[in-house]
């Protein structure tokens, strides 16, 4: 395999034939992913991505990231089609901002995959799958989590919950917020979420939100993040104002969120692993070269984690 995380000017491979397979020739395949380093979870994500790539000698792997930067993630689409990859795989910065380089990219007839947070539903069109979690879903379900263990608490007729989001306008943000907001009265009508302020993915930002948060509301009964990074730091910020009994729950489970359950200091969160997230894009990419069907929203599956059944997954390594 030919692996390269910089622009670099190759020749063309053969066109893709009508029957939608490439030719003996590596298969080059561009990324251009979120933003690198801003959590545990994107940098695991690469490293899974790169040496999946580098396993098969069918292909040729060019790895971008955006750094956060919607013009900079634009401009790596543009020149991942002037280079005529075969194929692009994207990790939206912003799931309506991006909407216009996936058409270019469409009408030149290189195939997109969006990984991870899709894009918005304007530009279905122009995508041939979406490969990652079913956002929706994963928020229902960190629904249900605190749900049920208000139900057990005895108080889901009175409970307040304070929600902290991820980064506005990034899709998987949005849809974790939807499936909560959406289960959670389906489920536990009685409920009440009091106010809703974005994290932006950030441990030290959500520290300072439940800071803001705790002054405002002398009765929070459950915070909902939209990943455990989120989550400890709304823990955190609660540990240091004495408010005991918080009940945590997030939406996607990372290591420092895996610790505080086994502290019994967090509840429950969604087991995903970058590892299945960023392998499963990769062989999105190449069956759809290939010529496989592959269905539009391809999807893996997510499952709830508690303090009570935690011991049955190992810790995240992100």
Do not use: H
């Given at each position: 395999m030919k692996f390269r995380t910089l622009l670099t000017t190759t020749a063309a491979v053969a066109a893709m034939?009508?029957?939608?397979?490439?030719s003996a020739e590596a298969?080059?395949?561009?990324?251009?992913?979120?933003n690198v380093g801003v959590d545990s979870y994107q940098t695991t994500y690469e490293k899974a991505f790169i040496a999946a790539a580098e396993a098969n000698a069918d292909i040729d792997a060019i790895v971008l990231d955006a750094g956060g930067d919607v013009a900079r993630q634009i401009a790596q689409v543009e020149d991942l089609i002037q280079q005529e990859v075969d194929a692009i795989i994207i990790w939206p910065t912003n799931g309506e901002a991006v909407i216009p380089a996936v058409r270019k990219a469409h009408s030149a007839g290189i195939p997109v995959i969006v990984t991870n947070s899709n894009i918005a539903e304007a530009g279905f069109d122009f995508v041939r799958s979406f490969s990652g979690p079913d956002n929706?879903?994963?928020?229902?379900?960190?629904?249900?989590?605190?749900?049920?263990?208000?139900?057990?608490?005895?108080?889901?007729?009175?409970?307040?919950?304070?929600q902290i989001s991820g980064q506005p306008g990034y899709t998987t943000a949005i849809e974790r917020q939807k499936g909560f907001d959406d289960r959670l009265p389906e489920v536990c009508p009685n409920v009440t979420v009091v106010e809703t302020q974005p994290g932006d993915w950030n441990r030290e930002k959500s520290q300072k939100v439940m800071e803001a948060f705790l002054v405002k509301y002398d009765k929070i009964d459950g915070v909902y993040s939209g990943d455990d990074n989120m989550g400890v730091?709304?823990?955190?910020?609660?540990?240091?104002?004495?408010?005991?009994?918080?009940?945590?729950?997030?939406?996607?489970?990372?290591?420092?969120g895996y610790e505080a359950?086994?502290?019994?200091?967090?509840?429950?969160?969604?087991?995903?692993?970058?590892?299945?997230?960023?392998?499963?894009?990769?062989?999105?990419?190449?069956?759809v070269l290939n010529g496989v069907d592959?269905?539009?929203?391809?999807?893996?599956d997510t499952p709830k984690i508690t303090q009570d059944n935690m011991g049955d997954y190992t810790k995240p390594v992100f």
């Open positions: 034939s009508a029957a939608g397979a490439v298969m080059k395949i561009g990324i251009t992913q979120n929706i879903t994963q928020g229902a379900r960190s629904a249900e989590i605190m749900c049920e263990k208000f139900t057990q608490m005895g108080i889901a007729d009175t409970a307040q919950v304070v730091g709304a823990l955190n910020a609660a540990k240091a104002a004495g408010r005991d009994g918080i009940i945590f729950v997030g939406a996607t489970n990372f290591a420092v359950m086994a502290a019994g200091d967090y509840w429950g969160s969604i087991y995903q692993s970058p590892v299945d997230d960023a392998e499963a894009a990769l062989k999105t990419a190449i069956d592959v269905p539009f929203l391809n999807y893996f």
